[in-house]
């Protein structure tokens, strides 16, 4: 209680030192364009990390996330078909998603081995987003540029009421899963483990990885496809030494909006006046970790 009493105090010095007798022009740039920037970019990030940490968990793979597991390029191409259709984009990303997740759960019930799942999430990652390019092709109102910074993930420009409704959205994510973080843990030490702490573990996983879908997908249908957040972030927060899901989940969505955050900075800057998708950003970052991630993988099953 103390904490939150002492962060809640940080955060209304801050509020109050931005936004108190803001000129209009102060008024427009702060918080009609960069706060609600700010705002989207932190809740996709702590999504994405949060997401990452459960998926790792789930799967028992420190290699799986909702980016290269397919997850988010289902979502993008749901969104896509739904845009060029008139339906609901979210509905449609939704839709994609969850495809996305069957598909994986029926393939990795006759796979029985992580790498081959993960092998096999890459590449249905990779046919789905070669189609979401295709469809921006053949689709008349759709540009190049619309399909670069769709599939390579970026923040658009929203209202500051909407941006809010996302914040919320994540913020109920991270509520939705931190009261079932012990069975995270269990999950995470194997089935057998997990069945005799009480946890019924093919109905808890399916569970889990169809809930963190959900959310992944109505964020991807808003932000594109953004790689390496959700796989580089929880095993950061796990080399800092927090090893439990209660301490990985909340620290995993902080750093996790953090790092995008910066990333959206150094996307909208670094070749002013032009703007980057934030996903090359962190694919930049997030690269070299991946491979180190995968070299330590590799020798630990070795």
């Not at 109905?203 to 496809?225: D, N, P, R």
């Not at 032009?274 to 997030?286: D, E, N, R």
């Amino acid at each position: 209680m103390q904490k939150i009493i002492l962060l809640l105090i940080v955060i209304s010095s801050f509020a109050f030192s931005l936004f108190w007798n803001l000129s209009a022009f102060d008024k427009t740039i702060l918080i009609d364009i960069r706060l609600p920037e700010l705002l989207l970019a932190f809740s996709v990030g702590g999504l994405l990390g949060m997401g990452g940490g459960i998926f790792q968990g789930v799967f028992r793979n420190p290699l799986a996330d909702p980016y290269i597991l397919g997850v988010s390029a289902g979502g993008a191409l749901g969104a896509t078909i739904s845009a060029w259709q008139g339906i609901n984009i979210e509905f449609g990303a939704l839709l994609g998603g969850l495809l996305t997740v069957f598909l994986i759960s029926i393939v990795s019930f006759f796979l029985m081995d992580n790498l081959k799942i993960l092998l096999f999430g890459v590449g249905i990652n990779a046919f789905l987003s070669a189609f979401i390019l295709f469809l921006f092709a053949v689709i008349p109102f759709y540009s190049v540029q619309d399909a670069f910074f769709f599939t390579l993930g970026y923040i658009p420009s929203i209202e500051i009421e909407t941006a809010l409704r996302y914040l919320l959205l994540s913020l109920l994510a991270l509520l939705v899963f931190l009261p079932v973080a012990f069975r995270l843990d269990a999950l995470s030490l194997g089935d057998e483990l997990s069945f005799f702490s009480g946890i019924s573990p093919n109905k808890e996983k399916f569970f889990y990885i169809i809930v963190i879908s959900c959310f992944v997908s109505l964020f991807v249908a808003k932000a594109g496809i953004i790689g390496f957040v959700g796989i580089v972030v929880p095993h950061a927060v796990r080399f800092l030494g927090f090893r439990l899901y209660k301490e990985v989940l909340p620290l995993s969505f902080i750093l996790g909006g953090s790092i995008l955050v910066f990333s959206q900075g150094l996307a909208k800057n670094i070749f002013s006046p032009v703007v980057l998708p934030v996903g090359v950003i962190t694919s930049i970052i997030g690269v070299p970790a991946f491979l180190y991630i995968v070299w330590r993988y590799s020798v630990v099953r070795s």
